[in-house]
């Protein structure tokens, strides 16, 4: 697969990011790679984030759609929804798609390299803690042992072997997504990175680890809370469970 002719699907799930969505796409596009197309899945954040994402890659001739939902669904939902519409869109064709953050915390300048990696891979996470990886420099020790000790945590639940099992930066080749069960995925919010790399695993995709530094987001506020912390754990468990065959499917709509 000749990887830099190959389509580009990155699809950015967005709530309040009016601060953030303008620099994002600027931060993408300044990236120049052929055949790119951001797919921005916003849940009609009062803060106009996709008009101004309409109107800025309008007035710079960016290659953006929005997908508008009606309120605030979490963003595992609006991640099923954009990847079913990249699907939908190109159901023969091959191509790449990139899920990531809006807020900056996922650097546009590793893409490159991450794509290059699927000529011999399927998936491709960006990690943390893969040598050479790493969190914001101005997070205090409490924030890195919170955070790592959760990443350890989930990933003794879910079994995943990759390192960096909650992240939210990935590459997928397109047919990987074709593959997926989207009826299996039960969590609302970011959980869901945990249950695609969980199916990506146990269908025996080729999955790879590229080391990142996640920074802090400069702008706008964090959607992360308890009740999507304990959402993930919770669902996650079920999900392992029900791969061992020892539970019933279990699908909530919550
Ligand atoms: N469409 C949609 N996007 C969401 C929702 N919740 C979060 N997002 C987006 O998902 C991405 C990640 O959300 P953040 O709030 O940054 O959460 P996080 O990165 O896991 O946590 P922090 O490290 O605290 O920033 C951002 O682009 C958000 O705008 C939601 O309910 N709907
Ligand atoms: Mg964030």
């Not at 040598?131 to 101005?138: I, K, P, T, Y």
């Not at 593959?179 to 790879?208: L, S, T």
């Amino acid at each position: 697969m000749q990887v830099n002719r190959v389509p580009v699907h990155i699809v950015v799930p967005t709530y309040n990011e009016a601060q953030n969505v303008s620099n994002l796409l600027d931060k993408i596009f300044e990236l120049g790679l052929d055949n790119m197309h951001v797919l921005i899945v916003d849940d009609n954040s009062p803060d106009n984030t996709a008009d101004i994402a309409k109107s800025y890659s309008e007035s710079k001739n960016f290659s953006v759609s929005i997908l508008k939902r009606d309120s605030k669904s979490g963003l595992g939902t609006a991640y099923v929804q954009g990847f079913q519409e990249v699907l939908r869109q190109f159901s023969r064709e091959e191509g790449f798609v990139v899920q990531m953050d809006a807020d900056l915390s996922h650097d546009p300048e590793y893409l490159p390299q991450m794509i290059e990696l699927l000529n011999q891979n399927d998936v491709i996470v960006g990690s943390r803690y893969y040598h050479g990886g790493g969190s914001d420099e101005e997070w205090g020790l409490y924030r890195k042992l919170l955070s790592e000790g959760g990443n350890k945590l989930i990933r003794f639940v879910s079994g995943l072997k990759v390192k960096d099992c909650t992240s939210g930066f990935k590459v997928f080749k397109l047919e990987v997504l074709r593959e997926i069960c989207w009826d299996k995925i039960r969590c609302v919010g970011f959980g869901f990175q945990v249950e695609i790399a969980m199916q990506c695993q146990r269908k025996g995709f080729q999955i790879k680890e590229y080391p990142i530094i996640f920074s802090d987001r400069k702008a706008g506020k964090s959607k992360m809370s308890t009740s999507i912390i304990f959402e993930a754990i919770f669902k996650i468990t079920l999900a392992r469970f029900s791969s061992f065959g020892l539970i019933p499917r279990f699908r909530s709509n919550s």
